[in-house]
T-cell receptor, first 114, second 114 residues
C-alpha cells in the first residue's frame, strides 16, 4: 500500500511570511496527526484529526497555526505569519483502526525560517 | 499525562558490538510502548511495540525490547549492530485509555563505527 505523502519536502521562507504543508494519509486511515520536530528533539503533537473532526489541538499555537482536513482525507497545515522558532520538520502521520495502534509517518517537510 | 525520558542523547558503538538504548517513562495509567527509528531526511518507522502479553518484544532488523513495569522502563537492545543501524531512535508512550495520543522522547542517536 502507498505510504503517507507530504509536500513540499523542503521550504525556506522569511519571517512573517506564510506557508502551507500538505499531507495525504494512507487510504482508509481515519486518524491523522501533525507533529512538529525541532532539531534535537522528539516529535511534538500539534493536532490530531479523527476523520474531519479535531480530537486534540491543545499544543497548536492557534494565533499563527491552523489546520484542516476536508472530507476526512487530505490535510493542510498553515503557518501565518511564520517566526524564526517555527524552523523545524513537520511530520504527518496516520493510523488505521484497532488492533493496530501503529502510526505511519510521512517523510516530513523541513521548514527553515530566515 | 505521560512522559518519556531517553537518558542518552548519543551512543557510539563499534560494528558487531551489542547495544542498549535506554527509555524510561512516567505514567499514572497503563501504557502502550513503542520504539521508532528515523534515518536522515526520512520519517519515523516503527521498530517494535508493546501492547500486552510477553514483556520481551521482538521487532524488525534484529532489535528487541523488554518492558519492565516496576522500573517503568522499555530499553531497546540489539546483540550485534551494523553500520546500517546508524540512525536516531525514539521511544514513545501512549496511555491505554487515550491510546491515540503519543508522547515521544527526545531521541538517541546511534552512531555505529567500523
Amino acid at each position: 500500500e502507498a505510504g503517507v505523502a507530504q509536500s513540499p519536502r523542503y521550504k525556506i521562507i522569511e519571517k512573517r511570511q506564510s506557508v502551507a504543508f500538505w499531507c495525504n494519509p494512507i487510504s482508509g486511515h481515519a486518524t491523522l496527526y501533525w507533529y512538529q520536530q525541532i532539531l534535537g528533539q522528539g516529535p511534538k503533537l500539534l493536532i490530531q484529526f479523527q476523520n474531519n473532526g479535531v480530537v486534540d489541538d491543545s499544543q497548536l499555537p492557534k494565533d499563527r497555526f491552523s489546520a484542516e482536513r476536508l472530507k476526512g482525507v487530505d490535510s493542510t497545515l498553515k503557518i501565518q505569519p511564520a517566526k524564526l522558532e517555527d524552523s523545524a520538520v513537520y511530520l504527518c502521520a496516520s493510523r488505521g483502526g484497532t488492533p493496530s495502534y501503529e502510526q505511519y509517518f510521512g517523510p516530513g517537510t523541513r521548514l527553515t525560517v530566515t | 499525562a505521560q512522559s518519556v525520558t531517553q537518558l542518552d542523547s548519543q551512543v557510539p558503538v563499534f560494528e558487531e558490538a551489542p547495544v542498549e538504548l535506554r527509555c524510561n517513562y512516567s505514567s499514572s495509567v497503563s501504557v502502550y510502548l513503542f520504539w521508532y527509528v528515523q534515518y536522515p531526511n526520512q520519517g519515523l518507522q516503527l521498530l517494535l511495540k508493546y501492547l500486552s502479553g510477553s514483556t520481551l518484544v521482538k521487532g524488525i532488523n534484529g532489535f528487541e525490547a523488554e518492558f519492565n513495569k516496576s522500573q517503568t522502563s522499555f530499553h531497546l537492545r540489539k546483540p550485534s549492530v551494523h553500520i546500517s543501524d546508524t540512525a536516531e531512535y525514539f521511544c514513545a508512550v501512549s496511555g491505554r485509555a487515550n491510546f491515540n495520543k503519543f508522547y515521544f522522547g527526545s531521541g538517541t542517536k546511534l552512531n555505529v563505527k567500523p
